[in-house]
């Protein structure tokens, strides 16, 4: 029995090592990161509304790629940059959450939503929901067998000027369906496209 458990935990392990490591890839694939700080800004209708597609050079997100950017308290802004159809019924949405404030922000607890299994995965995406007003229906982010959510953890505190890569993984909606609305508690809801 024992042996099993360890052989579980070891699969687990190397699956997590496995994502982190695509995540990486993707992220560096789609511009990555650069030290300097300043960034154009999409055009955006508000916090929380898409993004409008701009040209010129970044130091950050390729605004061409950019869904909706979600402006929350304390100088905390979330950039979507993807939101792919999958494989195996699944959608992956992408981004960034960047610290634009002036101190360390703790806010991603409350992220984590109202479900006590949740909350032992500390700051994260968990408490996601992407909302299909058409089809008048919710879905959340996906779990792991042990519980634990297929998104981004360990977001308890986001220094100022940090930016940190974000993920979470949701059930497809039907392939009929192309946008919903992505919700994360504390922060406004923003329309996002569903690419195939």
């Known amino acids: 029995m024992k042996n099993n458990r360890q052989t579980q935990r070891t699969a687990r392990a190397?699956?997590?090592v496995a994502m982190a490591a695509a995540l990486a890839l993707t992220v560096t694939a789609c511009g990555g990161?650069?030290?300097e700080t300043t960034t154009a800004k999409p055009a955006t209708t508000g916090a929380g509304t898409p993004a409008a597609p701009s040209t010129g050079a970044t130091t950050g997100p390729n605004p061409?790629?950019?869904?909706?950017t979600i402006k929350g308290p304390q100088g905390i802004v979330i950039t979507l940059t993807s939101a792919a159809r999958e494989t195996g019924g699944f959608v992956t949405v992408q981004g960034t959450v960047h610290n634009t404030g002036t101190h360390p922000y703790t806010g991603a607890?409350?992220?984590?939503?109202?479900?006590a299994a949740l909350q032992k995965n500390g700051g994260s995406l968990a408490g996601a929901s992407l909302v299909d007003m058409a089809g008048k229906k919710?879905?959340?982010v996906l779990r792991d067998t042990d519980g634990n959510c297929l998104c981004t953890v360990k977001l308890d505190i986001i220094e100022p000027g940090a930016t940190v890569p974000i993920f979470a993984q949701f059930p497809a909606p039907p392939a009929t369906t192309t946008?919903?609305?992505?919700?994360?508690?504390?922060?406004?809801?923003?329309?996002?496209?569903?690419?195939q």
Do not use: K
Request: cysteine-free; proline content about 5%; glycine content about 2%.
């Open 14 to 16: 190397a699956s997590a």
């Open 138 to 140: 919710r879905y959340y």
């Open 109 to 115: 607890t409350y992220w984590v939503g109202d479900e």
């Open 179 to 195: 946008q919903v609305d992505f919700d994360l508690p504390t922060m406004p809801t923003a329309s996002i496209v569903i690419s």
């Open 33 to 35: 990161r650069s030290d």
């Open 64 to 68: 061409a790629q950019v869904l909706a």
